[in-house]
């Protein structure tokens, strides 16, 4: 992730695919001017907080529901834990209490936030394109498996936040489509 920034200088032609829109929660802008939570533009993090952060950690109402959904999804992991361990499911990684957090962070956290920047951003007209990643299925799915009953209900939070997503476009008035792109498949 430190080199983030020098990969992008040495691939980007300035003419990327968000060049008039958004990169939210990525590892590269796309070469977007207004980035948020990417890995490549992490030191421009000031500008971006002015705009999006504050208004998402820093209100009292969205600040307690994201903590009390990180807490849940922390004992959601330690009942998945237990559960793996009850039913012998083999082969079973080693998740610490650390793991839990880091999963709700990227489960909770990062989902609530994109769903936050994207809707701020839908709602003031001005992006042509976002590319936002909701990794929280992608860290339960490495960890517990794509047909464990913990990612079904990860997935479902998902289409929640692309729910509210289209109910953003559909209240905006804009044309924006939805495309969503997943690298984990289930036969």
């Known amino acids: 992730l430190s080199h983030a920034p020098e990969i992008e200088k040495r691939i980007s032609n300035g003419n990327g695919l968000l060049v008039n829109g958004i990169s939210i929660a990525n590892m590269f802008s796309g070469d977007s001017q207004l980035s948020a939570l990417t890995s490549s533009k992490v030191r421009n993090i000031t500008r971006i907080y002015n705009k999006t952060l504050h208004s998402i ?10 903590f009390i ?10 009942k998945s834990q237990m559960m793996h361990y009850i039913k012998n499911v083999q082969p079973r990684l080693r998740r610490t209490i650390v793991y839990a957090a880091i999963r709700a962070g990227a489960n909770v956290v990062l989902r609530e936030a994109t769903t936050e920047i994207l809707t701020s951003e839908l709602f003031r007209g001005e992006i042509d394109t976002a590319y936002a990643t909701f990794m929280g299925y992608d860290e339960i799915a490495h960890h517990s498996g794509v047909e ?11 289409d929640l936040q692309f ?13 924006y489509e939805i495309v969503v792109l997943s690298d984990h498949i289930s036969v």
């Open 57 to 66: 950690f820093l209100d009292s109402y969205n600040f307690q529901r994201i």
């Open 69 to 78: 959904l990180f807490l849940w999804d922390i004992l959601m992991e330690l």
């Open 148 to 158: 464990d009953n913990d990612v079904w209900n990860v997935l479902k939070q998902i």
């Open 163 to 175: 729910s509210r997503l289209t109910s953003a476009i559909e209240l905006n008035g804009r044309d």
